[in-house]
């Protein structure tokens, strides 16, 4: 089963709550947790494993042959993203501009520009206690954060079997990572806090869920702050909150050290199993 | 006039509540923007009134007339997005997978496939409850370029700005560390970076510093949530001190942010204690770093 954990806004608890579902799960359950917030991957932090693989990621892009190339300007012409320019006598390529459509290549009359590689960032794999963990960092400078998330899932269904429960630790927001993140997942965990930035932005990533026809419920972080707009929300929508994690001084302060919270405050934990409860009777059920 | 863009790579530090916060202290004196255009939050405490909304367009989408089609699956083969699957015996575009490249359609034997323009987003020209201009925007649901967007959106802020002789230009950055952040920071005179002390604070801090010298902009770090963990204040500070960016100040971690920001207050508005006095002199320091 593929879980992916998202939220419209940064700073909900993504992050404390994969790391610690994940962790938490694998006591019993064969689990694998992927960062896929590839920008700024941060469940590396808390999940300190051992590293057992490491490879650079690439991304397709055209390479000008200069002896083949009669200036025709049909690449310039195809590339709609402009990551393609013709100034006689030379073509230049804008790597971080393309788009890997291979329209350029291939629509060549001379097969002068052949597709090549360029790295994007790395993923690694990780093994902590019975826990498996894969991250993806994008390079510095690199702007498309999709091509990386697509092959860090890629890399987790070839090395995993499908009873493994997947998780997903996505980036935040409501664009196009968010979507390649969530896009393959069978439920979607929405994480928020009872505020009105917090509300606002489920909403938002409520949206996206159902115009990708997802399966979701939602988990509210910082449980006692706020205002009831979000519990009064889902309630009224019939959306499902399956935790509420008590907002304290003392979890932001062990998230602060980078260190698993469950193990330190027990209600924590209670609400761990409840998420899980949750996920097993949806397997059972024969959603996956 | 001199932009000044709020950034802290990881979600949550707070950036949001502090850059309303100098927007409240600055009144009319300022044109603001909100460039997370992804989940936008200002406006929940700057109450703009929406006045002038305009459609986005960015990109295109292909589009198969069914007509025209033979099914004779050119275009599939040729998308490197599976953003054409057969969906009852017809060829049909995936809108949320196809990046628009055109390459489907530059093939297609029998010419049933157009690029249409795609509405990405909103964008926003207001008046906030202080009587600033702000200048804010909205993505769709899964789409591309907010690159693009947040261009847009501090161009016009910049264009008020200057036409109406205000100093400064102030920003809600973007998240992360791909396009739409570069875009944020791009021209900025001064990017304010607001971090916490925690693993992950000092470990996003680092990776969006990366771009912002690369850029050679000058930088400022206001830590939040200072008392949380005093270990990561004294990484931080050095890791400041290292790279020349102005420690401008330490805010404690505080419940009133939440407060202030549940009843649609800034936390300057709400606070009458030390928050208030930190953040009025952090951003007369701020402006103090550009003239």
Request: glycine share 6%; proline share 7%; hydrophobic share 40%.
């Given at each position: 089963m593929k879980i992916a954990i998202a939220s419209g806004k940064g700073g909900t608890g993504k992050t404390t709550l994969s790391t610690n579902l994940a962790a938490y799960l694998s006591e019993t359950e064969k689990v694998v947790l992927n960062d896929l917030d590839v920008e700024e991957p941060n469940s590396g932090l808390f999940i300190k494993g051992k590293l057992i693989h490491k490879e650079d990621k690439y991304k397709m892009i055209p390479e000008w042959i200069e002896d083949k190339c009669t200036l025709c300007g049909i690449c310039q012409d195809v590339c709609n993203y402009n990551a393609i320019v013709q100034i006689d006598p030379k073509i230049i390529?804008?790597?971080?501009?393309?788009?890997?459509?291979?329209?350029?290549?291939?629509?060549?009359?001379?097969?002068?520009?052949?597709?090549?590689?360029k790295k994007i960032g790395e993923l690694k794999h990780f093994e902590y206690n019975k826990l498996s963990f894969i991250e993806s960092k994008l390079d510095i400078g690199e702007e498309q954060a999709v091509p990386l998330i697509a092959q860090t899932q890629k890399y987790t269904d070839e090395h995993f079997s499908d009873d493994t429960i997947k998780l997903y630790d996505s980036p935040p927001g409501t664009s196009c990572p968010v979507i390649e993140a969530t896009k393959d997942a069978d439920f979607v965990i929405l994480v928020t806090?009872?505020?009105?930035?917090?509300?606002?932005?489920?909403?938002?990533?409520?949206?996206?869920?159902?115009?990708?026809?997802?399966?979701?419920?939602?988990?509210?972080?910082?449980?006692?702050?706020?205002?009831?707009?979000?519990?009064?929300?889902?309630?009224?929508?019939?959306?499902?909150?399956?935790?509420?994690?008590?907002?304290?001084?003392?979890?932001?302060?062990?998230?602060?050290?980078?260190?698993?919270?469950?193990?330190?405050?027990?209600?924590?934990k209670l609400q761990l199993k409840a998420i899980k409860d949750y996920?097993?009777?949806?397997?059972?059920?024969?959603?996956? | 006039m001199k932009e000044i863009v709020v950034i802290s790579g990881k979600g949550g530090t707070g950036k949001t509540s502090i850059t309303a916060s100098f927007a409240y202290l600055s009144g009319k004196d300022i044109v603001v923007a909100d460039c997370d255009v992804d989940a936008a939050d200002m406006h929940l405490l700057m109450k703009p009134d929406f006045k002038e909304s305009e459609d986005f367009y960015s990109g295109e989408i292909a589009k198969i007339d069914q007509d025209k089609c033979t099914n004779c699956g050119d275009c599939a083969n040729v998308c490197r997005f599976d953003a054409i699957p057969v969906i009852n015996g017809e060829y049909i575009v995936d809108p949320l997978s196809c990046e628009g490249c055109g390459y489907c359609a530059r093939i297609c034997p029998v010419d049933a496939i157009?690029?249409?323009?795609?509405?990405?987003?909103?964008?926003?020209?207001?008046?906030?409850?202080?009587?600033?201009?702000?200048?804010?925007?909205?993505?769709?649901?899964?789409?591309?370029?907010?690159?693009?967007l947040v261009a847009k959106v501090k161009d016009e802020a910049k264009k008020i700005a200057k036409n109406n002789n205000k100093d400064f230009v102030l920003i809600d950055g973007s998240p992360g560390i791909g396009c739409p952040v570069v875009s944020s920071i791009t021209g900025a005179n001064f990017v304010l970076l607001v971090t916490e002390p925690s693993v992950s604070g000092l470990h996003d801090l680092k990776r969006v510093y990366q771009i912002v010298k690369k850029f050679q902009i000058k930088a400022g770090c206001i830590i939040n949530k200072s008392d949380i963990n005093p270990k990561f204040v004294k990484e931080i500070k050095e890791f400041l001190n290292e790279e020349g960016i102005v420690h401008i100040s330490n805010l404690p971690y505080d419940e009133n942010f939440t407060k202030a920001m549940t009843i649609g207050q800034t936390i300057v508005e709400y606070d009458k204690g030390d928050l208030t006095k930190i953040l009025t002199k952090s951003w007369n320091k701020i402006k103090g770093e550009l003239l």
């Open positions: 390529v804008f790597p971080p501009l393309c788009h890997s459509c291979y329209a350029c290549s291939e629509l060549c009359p001379e097969a002068a520009l052949p597709m090549v590689p806090e009872p505020t009105p930035f917090g509300f606002h932005d489920l909403k938002l990533a409520i949206e996206t869920m159902k115009a990708l026809k997802k399966e979701f419920a939602v988990v509210v972080n910082r449980f006692g702050i706020g205002n009831d707009d979000v519990l009064d929300y889902c309630e009224k929508e019939k959306i499902p909150i399956i935790a509420k994690i008590p907002n304290s001084r003392k979890i932001a302060e062990l998230y602060s050290h980078g260190e698993l919270i469950y193990e330190k405050v027990p209600e924590v996920i097993l009777k949806m397997i059972e059920g024969g959603k996956r | 157009t690029n249409e323009l795609q509405i990405v987003g909103e964008q926003y020209v207001s008046t906030t409850r202080v009587g600033s201009k702000m200048l804010h925007a909205k993505l769709s649901i899964g789409a591309d370029n907010s690159g693009k």
